[in-house]
């Protein structure tokens, strides 16, 4: 630390003195550096270095609380979900994946929908009617909703509910999703 003192004080003198003959002097740019590395001969045993350790300081942002819904949609609007403390539903309007095969006595729509309990895995949902409330909240990229235990965050790459406490949860895009 002192050495790069030094050589701050020691630039700042020498950007000070000038040729005086009226040309303006450009501002020296320095860099302090707290620790040098020391200069080893080649083939020289290189010391261990057991000083402090150092630490950059990291800004962090805290994440703004969970919200309290029973209904909200995707910033774009192509996902709708229903939340209560018991499950978790999303429909999705456009979509390019390929969902999975119909159960034998699924007569409704099929393929667009995904569902969570409190008791079990996400499963897509067979139904006849919608999870798309046209006044739900937008819930915005990076913004969770929760109802006790089920907790669904918006992200750019889409909606992602999980069941906190167990390994259930799914995620679902326009391009793909995941059941768990």
Not at 119 to 130: L, Q
Not at 145 to 168: D, F, K, M, P, Y
Request: aromatic share 4%; hydrophobic share 35%.
């Amino acid at each position: 630390m002192r050495a790069a003192l030094v050589g701050v004080l020691a630039v700042a003198a020498m950007a000070s003195c000038g040729s005086g003959g009226g040309k303006t002097a450009a501002s020296p740019t320095t860099t302090l550096t707290t620790s040098p590395e020391p200069t080893v001969v080649a083939g020289a045993p290189r010391e261990a270095t057991t000083g402090a350790v150092t630490t950059s300081p990291v800004a962090t942002t805290t994440p703004a609380p969970d919200v309290t819904l029973t209904a909200f949609k995707s910033p774009t609007g192509n996902i709708g979900c229903l939340i209560g403390t018991d499950a978790v539903r999303c429909d999705i309007h456009d979509h390019t994946y390929t969902p999975p095969p119909r159960p034998p006595g699924c007569d409704l729509e099929w393929g667009d929908s995904i569902q969570l309990t409190a008791k079990g895995p996400a499963t897509f949902f067979c139904h006849g009617d919608t999870a798309f409330d046209p006044s739900a909240a937008v819930l915005p990229y990076g913004a969770r909703a929760r109802q006790g235990s089920l907790v669904c965050t918006s992200t750019e790459g889409g909606i992602s509910c999980v069941h906190e406490g167990t390994a259930n949860s799914f995620i679902i895009s326009r391009q793909t999703y995941t059941v768990h």
